[in-house]
């Protein structure tokens, strides 16, 4: 169960759909008028990244690559690479081309400076009181879970079966994938008793690990610096050996750009957040509790 520094509790309705959730990707790369690759600036409506990545590939011949992955059922801006420059006419009906780049490298997952986020919400909250914890997020910082959308409706139990050798899917790419879920799975556990004991502020220990300032915590994996002495001690329940590597992620996140603003039936919010950060977290701290894809009433 996830836990939280700030009790807003306000009280609004959310489900998540391409009508009440979009998501535009900053991107991290160069354009170059003499790259090999282009890069396609891609709307996408009701469709994941590994569908819209699957269709270019098919329908160009080239090899696609892509900075961040992206929900599915959301209305999303995002960008992908193509190992060619041929031009080539394109129409999908649940996807457009809005720009197009050259660029002298493919793209690669975390090739992001973060993601813009526009959410509708609904219910007699007022935009005022959203905005002023929204205020206090961005100044305190917000748990930097991974939310519902990582685990997918199945894949924490395929991934639990993975672990214990129960499930040896044959696809590599959902292999990778299953692999990273219980890497988040465990990261999870570990910040939320990091943040139950924290008070308001969360809790520095002696031996955490940095990055700009911030403490990060541990996935699991191949390669990783660990945390010492009392950090150690609990980062050490939810740390175990996987044929993956390993990363340190951030325990807090702040936003940016964070706006809200009264509109028909609820209220419109906007903010930029950091590259494989959730906003439905930073729903849920508004809230008081846990959001999963059927939201909440």
């Not at 170059?32 to 819209?52: A, D, M, N, Q």
């Not at 992206?70 to 996807?95: C, E, G, V, W």
């Not at 465990?186 to 939320?192: E, Q």
């Not at 403490?215 to 390669?223: E, K, Y």
Request: hydrophobic residues 35%.
């Amino acid at each position: 169960m996830r836990r939280y520094l700030r009790a807003f509790s306000l009280s609004f309705s959310f489900r998540q759909s391409p009508e009440s959730f979009f998501v535009e990707e900053l991107p991290n790369f160069q354009p170059h008028p003499k790259g090999r690759y282009t890069i396609f600036k891609v709307r996408k409506l009701g469709l994941s990244t590994w569908e819209v990545a699957d269709i270019l590939e098919r329908s160009f011949g080239a090899r696609v690559g892509y900075a961040g992955l992206k929900d599915k059922n959301a209305t999303a801006i995002q960008y992908f690479s193509l190992d060619s420059t041929k031009p080539q006419k394109f129409r999908h009906p649940k996807m457009e081309i809005l720009a197009t780049y050259k660029s002298a490298r493919p793209l690669r997952l975390g090739d992001l400076r973060g993601n813009k986020f526009v959410i509708k919400i609904g219910g007699a909250v007022s935009s005022e009181r959203v905005q002023n914890a929204l205020e206090i997020l961005a100044k305190e910082g917000v748990p930097n879970y991974f939310g519902y959308q990582r685990f997918g409706s199945d894949a924490l139990r395929q991934a639990k079966a993975l672990v214990e050798g129960e499930y040896f899917p044959k696809d590599r790419r959902w292999q990778r994938y299953l692999w990273s879920v219980w890497q988040s799975y465990l990261f999870n556990l570990w910040l939320a008793e990091r943040v139950e004991m924290s008070e308001g502020v969360f809790r520095e220990l002696p031996g955490d690990l940095y990055e700009k300032g911030i403490v990060t915590g541990l996935l699991p994996g191949r390669g990783m610096a660990k945390a010492g002495k009392a950090a150690r001690s609990i980062e050490r329940r939810y740390d175990m050996r996987l044929p993956v590597r390993g990363a340190r992620r951030p325990a807090l996140i702040y936003p940016r750009d964070c706006y809200a603003k009264q509109i028909q039936d609820g209220v419109e919010i906007g903010f930029t957040l950091p590259k494989a950060s959730y906003a439905t977290i930073v729903l849920e701290n508004l809230l008081g509790r846990e959001l999963d894809y059927k939201g909440t009433r």
